[in-house]
Nanobody, 125 residues
Framework: QVQLVESGGGLVQTGDSLRMSCVAS????????MGWFRQAPGKEREFVAA????????YYHDSVKDRFTISRENAKDTVLLQMNSLKPEDTAVYYC??????????????????WGQGTQVTVSS
């Protein structure tokens, strides 16, 4: 079992930045690819970004490319999501996830085995 705990969400204004963290425990962190997803009210959970086991490859949803950066600090069992130039449409609950696979379907929720409890991000206009 892997436990994931997100932090760093909050209420910000359009154009602001946030840095979110997700700390993993319970299993060897480096065997897992990591992802961030988000879910807005009334919508399905959608993919945001993913990173492979060693952090050498990343993958983003088009809507956040060039604004968000995913990274990982394996020595700290932590994955980060730096969010810049935030927009009201970025408002959602953000979840981190861990899975054993990484590749062309890293946007697929089914590729992830463990999920955090989520942290709210609200961007006001």
């Amino acid at each position: 079992q892997v436990q994931l705990v997100e932090s760093g969400g909050g209420l910000v204004q359009t154009g602001d930045s946030l840095r979110m963290s997700c700390v993993a425990s319970g299993h060897t962190f480096t065997i897992y690819a990591m992802g961030w997803f988000r879910q807005a009210p009334g919508k399905e959970r959608e993919f945001v970004a993913a990173i492979n086991w060693v952090g050498g490859d990343t993958y983003y949803h088009d809507s956040v490319k060039d604004r968000f950066t995913i990274s990982r600090e394996n020595a700290k069992d932590t994955v980060l999501l730096q969010m810049n130039s935030l927009k009201p449409e970025d408002t959602a609950v953000y979840y981190c996830a861990a899975g054993r696979r990484y590749g062309s379907r890293s946007y697929d929720r089914a590729w992830y085995d463990y999920w955090g409890q989520g942290t709210q991000v609200t961007v006001s206009s």
